[in-house]
Structures are given as C-alpha cells and as structure tokens.
C-alpha cells in the first residue's frame, strides 16, 4: 500500500468493533500515521470538542442507527467544518452512501476495508479538505433546484446514487442524453459536487443559445483587438473554471469547426485564445448534455465521431419523466417544499396525485416543477387536476373506428389517392383501405404509378402517408390547425408548409365542423381558463 503524506498528524478513529480497531491500528501504523481511537461517536466528538485542529481527519464506524450516524457526521461538521471525515459501514447501499456524502462525509467505505482502498480515500480526503458536499449544496441549482432533486424513491434515484459513488470522483469525461426537462444539469452538478473539483467553479455554455463565433469566445476566451470591439483581453469559460469543471449544454448543436477545438481541449487539456498564437493550457473537467441523437449526428456529417468517443467514456441516459413514475409524486412534494419558502406547503390531494400519475409529462421534471409552483400560487388542486387532464385530451387524437379515415376534397389527384365521394374510405386493413393503398394500385392514379421507378413510387407512398395522417389529425381537432400540429407533436408553421405541399386545404371539407368558424384558432380550454 503506497505511504501517505506526512502531511497526517493525527488521525482519530471512532470504531466500537475490536477486531475493526486492531486492522485498522495496524494498517495506519504501517502508513506511519498517529493514531488515536474512540469507543464510538459521542466520544469522538468529545474529543474534537475539548481538542480543536488536534486530528485531521476522523474514521467513523457507522453507528447501528443510521441516523445516529447522520446526526455524528452533522455534529462533527457542524463544530469542525475543515475535518474530513470517511464512513465505515457494513452497508454498501447507495441511498446510504448519497445520503452520508450529503450530510458532510468526505469519503465511504464498506466493510471488509481492503488496504488499497482505505490509502486511497485518506489520500483524497486529505487533498479535497473539507467535505464537497457542503461547499458545493447552496450552488447547485438548474431544472430541480437544489441537489435534493433525485432524492425520491425510485430505481433511477438508486442508480444516480451507485453512479456518483462509482464515478463521482472520476476525472473522465461525462456525456449525459436524455429529453429536454429531465435534469441533466442537475445531474451534472452532483457529479461536480462529489467531485475533487467541487472547491471549484461549475460554469456551463449553452451551445445552442450562442451563434458559433460567441460560443468560441465564450469557451476560450480572446485577445485584445482580436476582432471589432475586443478592447481588452477576456479569459473564456475553459480558463475561468481552471481546476473545476465546465458543462457544455446542448453540445449536438455545436458547429463543426468548433468541434474540432474542443477535441483539443478534452484530449490535450490546451487550446488557444482567438487572435493569440501561443498555447495555454487548462485544467478542468469536460461534461457534455444533449437531447439529440448523437450516433445519428454523425452519420449525417454534422457531428465528429472521434470527439463522440472522447466524451463517452461515461455515458449516462437520463430517462423522461414518464418513465419514472414512481418518483412523480416523490418530486412534486420536493418542489411544494422548495418554493413554498417558509411557509407550511400544501397537501397534494388524491385527485391531483391521480391527474399527475396520468400525465405523460412532455417538459418532463421542469413541467412538473412549474405545475407544482402554479399550485402554490392558486391553491386550487380540482382545477389543476381538470387542467393537467385538459392537457392530456388535446393531445390524444381522436380515434376513428378500424378501416375508416376521413380525407378532404383538396387532396390533388396528382398523388394518386382514390378519394370518395363522403369524404370516407372504408377499409378493412388491406393496402385500398387507406389513401397510400389505393394510391398503389387502384382509383384514379394506379396506371400512372406503375410507370413510375421504385423510388418514385417510395416517395409517393410516403408522401401519401403523411396526407393521412395530417387528415386524420385535422378532422379530429374539428380542422383546429394549431391543435392538429400538437397531436402530430410537429411546429404549425411546418404543418402549414406540408399542407401547401401535400395540397391539402385550409378548409374543413363538407361535414366537418371548424372549430370557431375559422381553421387555425384554438377553442378557449375551459379548465386553462379558469387556472389562468
């Protein structure tokens, strides 16, 4: 086992097991370390109390209370704030080692203690210096706010936990994906705070919020006259963070060339400044988050594959909202209690708990923090019960019965769509069932197709497709334009372009009723009203 620093004193061991204390006196005996012992934690604290600056750092044998434990580390953070301290448990359970890590341990280990793993957490102990986890609790904020954010119950809170305890002390790089909302960021900052770096600044970049020539000022900084109005030399975000850690949000947006400099960064730890010649080089830690699909990035050219693989070394997918149920209700009382400041929060209803549970959360957690902050602002749970549901309608189609989709006159024949006379085809799952079927091969426009190449008639099909499902979406929404690009979870304007494309009208065909009278004005929401 490599020696520690003489830099140790002192170090106090509070361990009631006997045979615990005899391993531990010897092997701290060998790293010549001064070691004094306590029979438990009370006595330990008595002895950092009456003794101050005496030890330099504490192993505290968990107590058989876990929360007796909480409370030592809490006493002892409280009176020493410096003194690192790290855990022995016999418990490896990774809600016990967040929750210890966040109530002022340095440092966990399990029981057996191996040799090698004992000189490794004394080793960064002793160079983080006081715990991170305190220093690091009043900045972490983003989507959930503060770093009690994953602390619901739940399989994916458990997995935060073995993460940060298995790479939370990593240096390597860290790649998170997941859907916008989900807490990213947040997560970023737990990995920031458990970290060495966590003395040390956290600053991020929104790579698509910035125009690529602000984000490479941004990232490494410039000189003085290094383009029009650079009066003065200004560090970037790489130099500001030195020895902290930089995450750059929204990376799949970032330009090509910059990419490229990036790659230096992470590889060589070096850039250099915009209008300087000279190399500087940096010492932090790279995080990257993203929605997009990076894999499909780069076989489309617009995302470089070697810097992919620098930043993947550890690659956590942060799963939407809809598929951790389990924690919805865990994180709605969480952000009831955070915004409720110093006032009682309300009680979440079982009517509101069942209108939560049911819906599918497209913002995700950010979505359901902001319904949560709503509540508290109008203290009408029925009515934001009616409105989440409101939601969940308008954007659920309405299903038609098997083999029946409406379609208007505008459908130009061009496509080849067989259209009848109601306005209805009846199918009964076959190809002429729907508008893309009988375009294949029967009505008006079969001949026509079947002189056409392969790809042609690929092209058509799809184009066809896509007229049935705009159809279908308008004539459940009552021809509402606006509601129909929700349902088909696309922008209106690019509903618009494809309805001018497809040929498709801006009018209800004959037997549909617009809603308001005119196509593209959403019909007033009843509940949204009311909760506005």
């Not at 549901?389 to 080849?416: D, Q, T, W, Y």
């Amino acid at each position: 086992m490599p020696a520690i620093s003489r830099i140790v004193q002192r170090i106090l061991v509070a361990e009631d097991d006997p045979q615990i204390r005899n391993y531990l006196a010897l092997a701290l005996k060998l790293q010549d370390c001064e070691t004094e012992f306590a029979s438990g934690y009370r006595e330990a604290i008595t002895q950092i109390v009456e003794r101050p600056g005496a030890f330099d750092l504490v192993l505290l044998g968990a107590p058989a209370s876990a929360d007796e434990g909480i409370e030592a580390l809490r006493n002892i953070s409280h009176i020493c704030p410096r003194l690192p301290v790290i855990v022995l448990s016999a418990s490896s359970s990774p809600s016990e080692v967040v929750r210890a890590l966040r109530n002022g341990a340095s440092d966990f280990l399990s029981k057996p203690i191996d040799h090698e793993d004992l000189s490794r957490a004394i080793k960064r102990a002793l160079t983080a210096g006081s715990p991170p986890s305190q220093s690091a609790h009043s900045e972490s904020s983003g989507p959930g706010g503060s770093r009690s954010f994953y602390a619901a119950a739940g399989p994916w809170p458990r997995r935060v936990a073995l993460l940060l305890s298995q790479a939370g002390r990593s240096d390597a790089p860290l790649l998170l994906r997941g859907e916008t909302g989900v807490g990213k960021e947040v997560l970023a900052r737990e990995f920031h705070a458990v970290s060495p770096r966590a003395h040390h600044p956290f600053l991020k970049l929104n790579c698509a919020a910035l125009p690529p020539d602000l984000v490479e000022s941004e990232l490494f900084g410039y000189e003085r006259g290094a383009f029009s109005g650079a009066f003065q030399s200004t560090p970037g975000k790489f130099a500001m963070a030195a020895g902290g850690t930089v995450l750059l949000d929204e990376i799949g947006d970032m330009d090509l060339r910059l990419q490229a400099k990036l790659l230096q960064v992470v590889q060589d730890k070096e850039f250099i400044r915009l209008g300087s010649k000279q190399t500087t080089q940096v010492d932090v830690r790279v995080m990257a988050a993203t929605h997009r699909d990076l894999e499909r990035a780069i076989a489309e050219g617009t995302f470089r594959e070697d810097l992919f693989y620098r930043l993947n070394i550890i690659d956590i997918y942060v799963p939407p909202l809809r598929e951790r149920r389990g924690e919805i209700l865990g994180l709605a009382a969480f952000f009831l209690r955070k915004h409720s400041g110093n006032q009682e929060p309300p009680e979440i209803p079982p009517l509101l708990e069942d209108a939560l549970l049911e819906h599918d959360w497209p913002g995700n957690v950010r979505e359901l923090e902001n319904v949560m902050r709503k509540l508290l602002v109008l203290r009408n749970a029925e009515c934001l019960a009616e409105d989440l549901r409101s939601r969940s309608r308008r954007k659920s189609p309405v299903m038609f019965p098997p083999g029946v989709v409406a379609v208007p006159h505008e459908i130009p024949k061009a496509l080849g769509i067989a259209v009848a006379s109601d306005q209805v085809l009846h199918g009964s799952g076959s190809a002429a069932g729907s508008p893309a079927g009988r375009w294949n091969g029967s009505g008006a426009g079969g001949a026509e197709t079947r002189a056409k190449s392969p790809l042609a008639r690929v092209h058509d099909a799809r184009n066809a497709a896509e007229a049935e499902a705009i159809v279908t979406a308008l004539s459940s929404t009552h021809w509402n334009r606006k509601r129909a690009a929700a349902v088909l979870q696309i922008e209106y304007k690019a509903l618009l372009y494809k309805m001018k494309k497809l040929g498709i009208g801006t009018k209800a065909p004959d037997g549909h009723r617009q809603s308001n009278g005119r196509a593209g004005e959403p019909e007033p929401s009843t509940a949204s009203h009311a909760c506005a």
